[in-house]
Nanobody
Framework: QMHLVESGGGLVQAGGSLRVSCAASGRTFSSYTMGWFRQALGKEREFVAAISRLGARTYYADSMKGRFTVSRDNAKNTVYLQMNSLKPEDTAVYYC????????????????WGQGTQVTVSS
């Protein structure tokens, strides 16, 4: 079992930046691709970004490219999501998740999930 805990969410003005973190425990962190998803109120959960096991490859949803950056520190068992140029439509609960394989952008590929952290962007 892997335990994931997100932190760093909060309220930020449009155009601002925020970094959310996800600390992992219980499994070998570097064995998993790590992903970020988000879910806005009344909407389906959507893929945000992912990073490969050793951090060599990153993947982004089209609407996040150039604004969001995913990174990981395997020595700290932590994955990060740096979010810049935030927009009100980025308001959502952000979840990190761990995958041992499968389609990167599909939530069905992820076995473990954190509880989520709220990010609210005011206009």
């Amino acid at each position: 079992q892997m335990h994931l805990v997100e932190s760093g969410g909060g309220l930020v003005q449009a155009g601002g930046s925020l970094r959310v973190s996800c600390a992992a425990s219980g499994r070998t962190f570097s064995s998993y691709t790590m992903g970020w998803f988000r879910q806005a109120l009344g909407k389906e959960r959507e893929f945000v970004a992912a990073i490969s096991r050793l951090g060599a490859r990153t993947y982004y949803a089209d609407s996040m490219k150039g604004r969001f950056t995913v990174s990981r520190d395997n020595a700290k068992n932590t994955v990060y999501l740096q979010m810049n140029s935030l927009k009100p439509e980025d308001t959502a609960v952000y979840y990190c998740a761990a995958s041992s394989g499968g389609v990167i952008s599909s939530y069905a590929s992820y076995e473990y999930w954190g509880q989520g952290t709220q990010v609210t962007v005011s206009s």
